[in-house]
């Protein structure tokens, strides 16, 4: 299996097929789609979000890949690779598909792709976002994993470009999840991961900015076509080895856009900080 059969083209939905320079639909018109230098296919779907500013900015893309190069999320994403390894076993599957939806610049797809290929499975990995700069750092960091075929592309992800019943995994980490096409995309045995902030997630950081701070409220919905089938929390504190690692992971945290100057400014003071890493990772499956 090749990422690009699991493909469609975002204008016809035809299937696609691709040379080294540019991707292209089987349809009628054969819509065509360049590979950038780095390997990612702008797939946005023609008009609004097509232009530069969809999904995190540059900005927000460096702050993330700083922080994330660090090593301090690595444990709950290697995690959700150990689950889909043992989820795919389990089904005696030895080949998967896998789309990481709204993948932000590709640490989590690719380490969770690695994990994957360590316990002997071939893993073929679509990662999405609407971000450009989000997908290009994705397909850079895709030249490092060996023994998987991995594909960044800049999508919606409420219009994925991704055939109907084609996938056995799709992970949302720390994004919004788009039910219906989840539900569209995987097959009737796949199952969907959602990771989302457990109640204590970064609470530390929480108490460094706000007088009174508050619990992340840890609540994931479930669409109908869904059940929720399993769940479990990874826990953990992590030292925050320096001033820019803190200011690094506030500005991917949703409180960087909520918190007043004055707030902000108390880590700036901040040299270190242990935090806890609370993740809850829901496993849905199709109805
Ligand atoms: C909080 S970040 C999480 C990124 C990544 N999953 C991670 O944990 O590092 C949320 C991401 O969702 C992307 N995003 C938001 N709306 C989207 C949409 N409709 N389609 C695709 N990506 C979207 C943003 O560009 C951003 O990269």
Sequence with gaps: MRTTELLVCPVCGGKMSRDEKSLFCLGARRHVYDVASSGYVNLLPPGRMSNAKSGDDRTMISSRAAFLDRGYYSRFSERIGELISSLAENQGKREIALADCACGEGYHTCNITKTIVENNISPCVLGFDASKFGAERGAKRAKKVFGADVFFAAANVFSLPVADSSVDFATSIFAPVAW?????????????????????????????????????????????????LDEEVVTYKTVIASNADVMSLFSMTPFYYKTSKTDAEKLLKIDSLEVTVEVKLTVFGKK
């Design 180 to 228: 219906d096409e989840m539900s569209r995309i995987l097959k009737d045995d796949g199952y969907l991961i959602v990771a989302s902030s457990g109640e204590r997630h970064l609470f530390e950081l929480r108490a460094a900015i706000y007088d009174e701070p508050r619990e992340a409220s840890g609540v994931v919905r479930c669409a109908d076509g869904f059940a929720a």
